[in-house]
Every structure is written in structure tokens, then in C-alpha cells.
């Protein structure tokens, strides 16, 4: 890899210098080189929890497309989880939770305006009785309860519903907070599209692969697709409280400047154009849950693929080889349709991950009693 496409860092000519170091890595003392590829929620959260986690390392996130132009930017960006087959629900459990107490205590913050995260309540409401009355996150989020007769009276629709706080994690100002941390703490970032990992052997040590739907070239993950999402951004200032049907189809999210209206799941569409047909759809879908919509001035639509694996993500470590040459990857990847929801929590474990492969080479060899 040399530094000849587009590159951007924190801190001029100092982090370019560092840059150059990195890709000269030969006594065994010098820093750790990491490479994280994928520069959505999932990548950035991930180099900030290895900057934090992983003591004498350089870390480059390498990327093809940033904020505003990741699948995360799209994201309604509310913090309810989605399950994934392959996961158990104790671990989803865990990464929820660590992701909203790292989202709550910085909505607890004067950071919380840049950063774009606040509390929102509301209702997720049912036609009819869902099997779980109570989700397993229910103790995760803020004042978890049934809905009272009084407020079902709103849906006439729906005879069952949920009401309680949670989290909105507004990408297009999160990211690029995100982002300001890494820069403060040294990473370098560059802008370059991976044709394939090996390709950041020797240059790098450790290959972090968050690259989302990306990762069917990159990690020859043929199972991975994406579900395709539409939604409105529409100006309803008077719409404070979110709405949402208990398929998590159709969706009112206010946010700090507008409110976001949802939404689509069409599986294995690649089309990023918005379609005309589905936001008169989508529209008509909310003002059936919140009639005053009629009177919201219309701002845009934006589509969004999400990166969908049917067994859900991928944390795992894989070691490439070529003849006698290795190359340890971390994957975290395949967050579907919940990646805000669970960000931090895969990002502290692909970290994890990290720190053990850091440690891995270099744990002495047991000597011989022989
Ligand atoms: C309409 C919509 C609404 C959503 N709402 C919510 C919600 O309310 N709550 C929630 O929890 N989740 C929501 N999601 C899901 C969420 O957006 C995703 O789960 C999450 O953004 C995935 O993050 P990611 O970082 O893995 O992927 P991405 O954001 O897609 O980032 C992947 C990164 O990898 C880079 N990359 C890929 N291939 C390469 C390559 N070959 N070389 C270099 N770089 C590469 C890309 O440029 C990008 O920077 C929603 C998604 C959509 C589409």
C-alpha cells in the first residue's frame, strides 16, 4: 500500500510523518500496526475502542467513502435491538447495553448537542398481542412499561403497545465526533477503496475488517446482502414523542432538527435512487399513525443498504496466509438492520479480539523441562 490516493489527517505534516513510519515497521518494539477498514458507525466506534483499549499501537482506518456518504448517515439511528440467529441473546443483551450507557452518559454531557445523541420517548404499538409482552431489553431502555388504555385510545388500530425512553444516535453528527476523537488521539485516516485484505500485508500488522456490505468481496462473505431502506425527513416540529409499529416497518422518530419517517426492508435491492412510489407510501403509512403529519413541510428522502447476514455479525478472527506469510484479521461485520443499536458493545469486543492477537506473538514460548 503507498500513500499515493487521497489522504486526509488530523494533524498535517506530523501525522503524515507518522503515516510513513507505519508502513516501516521492522524492530520488534515499534508500535503495533493497525489497519481498520470501514469508516461507518461500526469502523469508527471500533478504532476509537482499540485507541482506548490496545497500549503501542498506530491505527490507520482506511476507507472508501466517510460522513456523510456511509450506510450509518442513512440510519434512523434509534437505539432498539434487532435479534441475530447466530447470537445469543445474553451477548445482544450485553451489546445493547454497553451501547446505551456509552450513548447515555454522553447525552448526559455538554457533548451531547455535537455528538447528536439525546433521549426520546414514545410508543412501539400492535394490532395484535405480541408472543413477548415483555423484550429482552426491556430493562435496558428507560422506564420499560405497558401502554395505559388512555394512550391506546390515540391508535385505534392497535390494541397493545409498549411506552419508554431510549436513545437517538444521529449519525451524520455522531460520526464526525467520532471522527474528531481519533484525529485528537493520533489515528491517521485515509481515503482508499480495498480491492482485497492481503493487500495490507506486510504494511500492517492486524486487519480489522468493518467494512459492512463490503464485506462480500472483502471477506468473500457470499451470504452477505443488503436490505435496502427508504425513509423521509420532514419538518413536524410539534411531533416530539416516536411512534412506532410493533413490525418496525412504520416509524416516527423526531430528532434534534427533524423528523424521520419510515420506512422500507426490500431484501437484495441494490437501488440507492428514491422511489417516488414508496415515500407517497411511507408518508401515507405515518400520517395513518399520526394524522397531524398532513401539516409537516417535506424536506428529503434518502436510501440506505443495509448490510444484511443471516446468521447476523460476524466477530470472529480469521488468519490469512500466503506461503509462509500471515495476516490476522478481526471481523465486525453483518450488523443488518441494528448496528446503532449495538455499535459500542461489538466495538469493545472486536477490541478484545485485537488484544489478543496483539498479545498472541508475543507470549514466550514455554521452554523445554527436557
Ligand atoms: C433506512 C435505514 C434505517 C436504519 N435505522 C436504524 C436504526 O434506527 N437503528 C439501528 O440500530 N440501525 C439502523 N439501521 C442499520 C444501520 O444503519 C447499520 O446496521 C449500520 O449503519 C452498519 O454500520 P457499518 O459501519 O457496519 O456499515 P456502513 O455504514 O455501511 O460502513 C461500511 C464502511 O466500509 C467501507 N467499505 C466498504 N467496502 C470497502 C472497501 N472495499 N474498501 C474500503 N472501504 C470499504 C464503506 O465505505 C463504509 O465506510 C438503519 C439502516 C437503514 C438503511
Known amino acids: 500500500i503507498r500513500p499515493t490516493t487521497h489522504w486526509e489527517t488530523s494533524v498535517g505534516a506530523r501525522a503524515f ?14 508500535p503495533v500496526r493497525i489497519a481498520v477498514v470501514g469508516a461507518g458507525v ?39 435491538p434487532h435479534v441475530y440467529p ?14 446505551f450507557d456509552h450513548l447515555f452518559a454522553i ?28 423484550p429482552f431489553w426491556a430493562d435496558v431502555v428507560l422506564g420499560f412499561r405497558k401502554m395505559t388504555e388512555a394512550e391506546l385510545k390515540k391508535f385505534p388500530q392497535h390494541v397493545f403497545g409498549h411506552a419508554f425512553t431510549t436513545l437517538k444516535c444521529e449519525s451524520p453528527a455522531y460520526l464526525p465526533w467520532l471522527e474528531k476523537r481519533l484525529k485528537r488521539n493520533g489515528v491517521l485516516i485515509l481515503t482508499r477503496r480495498i480491492a482485497d485484505l492481503w493487500e495490507l500485508h506486510p504494511s500492517f500488522d492486524i486487519v480489522v475488517n468493518c467494512s459492512g456490505l463490503g464485506s462480500r468481496q472483502l471477506a ?47 431484501e437484495g435491492d441494490w437501488d440507492l435512487s ?19 403529519l ?18 447476523g455479525v460476524r466477530l470472529q478472527v480469521e488468519l490469512l496466509a500466503q506461503d509462509s ?38 507470549t514466550p514460548t514455554p521452554k523445554s523441562n527436557l
Not at 451470504?223 to 416530539?240: D, H, I, N, S, Y
Open 17 to 30: 510523518s507518522g503515516f510513513q513510519d507505519c508502513f516501516f515497521r521492522d524492530r520488534p518494539m515499534d
Open 42 to 80: 461500526v469502523g469508527l466506534s471500533t478504532a476509537v475502542c482499540i485507541s482506548k483499549s490496545v497500549p503501542r499501537c498506530s491505527i490507520t482506518v482506511i476507507s472508501d467513502k466517510f460522513t456523510p456518504e456511509t450506510t450509518s448517515d442513512v440510519a434512523a439511528g434509534m437505539l432498539i
Open 86 to 99: 447466530d447470537t445469543p441473546i445474553p451477548t445482544l443483551k450485553r451489546w445493547f447495553r454497553e451501547t
Open 107 to 134: 447525552a448526559s454531557s455538554a457533548d451531547a448537542e455535537d455528538a447528536g445523541v439525546h433521549l426520546v420517548s414514545g410508543w412501539q404499538v400492535f394490532r395484535s398481542i405480541p408472543t413477548e409482552e415483555v
Open 220 to 266: 468473500r462473505d457470499s451470504e452477505m446482502f443488503p436490505v435496502r431502506g427508504q425513509l423521509l425527513t420532514v419538518k413536524a416540529p410539534w411531533v416530539k414523542h416516536f411512534i412506532r409499529d410493533g413490525s418496525g416497518l412504520t416509524y416516527i422518530y423526531p430528532g434534534t432538527s427533524d423528523v424521520i419517517l419510515g420506512g422500507t426492508r426490500q
Open 274 to 292: 428514491p422511489d417516488a412510489e414508496i415515500s407517497r407510501d411511507i408518508f401515507s403509512r405515518c400520517c395513518a399513525l399520526e394524522p397531524s
Open 294 to 311: 398532513h401539516g409537516a413541510s417535506y424536506v428529503r428522502e434518502k436510501v440506505g443498504l443495509r448490510p444484511f447476514r443471516p446468521a
Open 325 to 362: 506469510q500471515k495476516l490476522p484479521v478481526v471481523h465486525n461485520y453483518g450488523h443488518g438492520s441494528g448496528g446503532i443499536s449495538v455499535h459500542w458493545g461489538t466495538a469493545l469486543e472486536a477490541a478484545r479480539l485485537v488484544s489478543e492477537c496483539v498479545q498472541a506473538p508475543r
